[in-house]
Structure formats: C-alpha cells, structure tokens
C-alpha cells in the first residue's frame, strides 16, 4: 500500500489549500482513509476521514473549514481546507486503513506534507 500526498505550502491566514492523497498498490473495497496532522512539539492529531461507505467524520478543531472528499475511481482522497488559522501549521499525513482483498488487514501512512499559516 503506498500513499502519496501533495498539495502542502505556505498560505496566508485565512487562505486555503487542498491536499490531495493518491492511493496504489493495494485491491480493496473496505476501507477508510483520511489525514492526520503532527504540529511540532505536540502529538499527531486526527483531522478528517472517509470511510468505504461514503460517511466523513472530522476534528472539532475543522469542522466546518475542512472538507474531505473521495475519488473512488481513482482511489485518491483530497482534503479542502478553508478559512486556515496559524495553528492549522503542522506536517499532514494521509492514513488508510482496511481490509484486502486476500482478507490481510493493513495500515498504511504516507510520507506527509507539510502546511504553513502565516498570521
């Protein structure tokens, strides 16, 4: 399983970004995938996830500026960041997690991206 972000940078506050995360090597048709967030100096934090289904779930801490959306074709998810706050600052990663195909279960992490709100 491997997982691929793109879309970080550096915006103003109140801008915004969109974060995409582009899934291959894996056959599954369960599973969530979502994005986690690690600031420095404190621990990861969930953001936002999608599951299999199609129901979303987020943070306290974005609801409402955050939107998560899926491209089951293509088996990316992308993350629509909205009305971004300095402390939305941290390295965002995208996580999924499910079953194969062959009924092995896995939890996979990508590399990360990192996102930067300036005041």
């Known amino acids: 399983v491997q997982l691929v972000e793109s879309g970080g940078g550096l915006v103003q506050a109140g801008e915004s970004l969109r974060l995409s995360c582009a899934a291959s090597?894996?056959?599954?048709?369960?599973?969530?995938i979502g994005w986690f967030r690690q600031a420095p100096g404190k621990q990861r934090e969930f953001i936002a996830r999608?599951?299999?289904?199609?129901?979303?779930d987020y943070a306290d801490s974005v609801q409402g500026r955050f939107t998560i959306s899926r491209d089951y074709a293509g088996n990316a998810v992308h993350l629509q960041m909205n009305s971004l706050k300095p402390e939305d600052t941290a390295v965002y990663s995208c996580?999924?997690?499910?079953?194969?195909?062959?009924?092995?279960?896995?939890?996979?992490w990508g590399q990360g991206t990192q996102v930067t709100v300036s005041s």
């Open positions: 090597g894996f056959t599954s048709d369960d599973y969530a």
């Open positions: 999608t599951s299999s289904g199609g129901t979303s």
């Open positions: 996580n999924a997690v499910g079953v194969l195909t062959d009924l092995r279960t896995f939890n996979s």
